[in-house]
């Protein structure tokens, strides 16, 4: 079985910085790449940056350039670190794993429980 556990969340006043963390744990898997996704209240949820195990990048145009997304391959955990917050990126963010499970090396998505981020103006 597979866990993603995420962590970081909080208030930040316009302009701060959060991290965020991701860990996967369990047995026999591996990591083909892990995406950040936020969802703002009433609206759809949408793809914020995805990170490859060999560290490869793509942010969506909303976070390019104040958002940087690592990855700790020997801890199994992803980072995101969101600099220069502004309220329009208040909302839930989900990690998501594009794993590679058990004997067989089944390849899945998985999700996180969401962290809550809010930017207050």
């Known amino acids: 079985q597979v866990q993603l556990v995420e962590s970081g969340g909080g208030l930040v006043q316009a302009g701060g910085s959060l991290r965020l963390s991701c860990q996967v744990s369990g047995t026999m898997f591996s990591i083909n790449a892990m995406n950040w996704h936020r969802q703002a209240p009433g609206k759809q949820r949408e793809l914020v940056a995805t990170i490859t195990h060999r560290g490869a990048t793509t942010y969506a145009d909303s976070v390019k350039g104040r958002f940087i997304a690592t990855i700790d391959n020997t801890w199994n955990t992803v980072y995101l670190q969101m600099d220069n917050l502004q309220p329009e990126d208040t909302g839930v963010y989900y990690c998501?794993?594009?794993?590679?499970?058990?004997?067989?090396?089944?390849?899945?998505?998985?999700w996180g429980q969401g962290t809550q981020v809010t930017v207050s103006s």
């Open positions: 998501n794993g594009d794993l590679s499970v058990g004997w067989e090396f089944r390849r899945n998505d998985y």
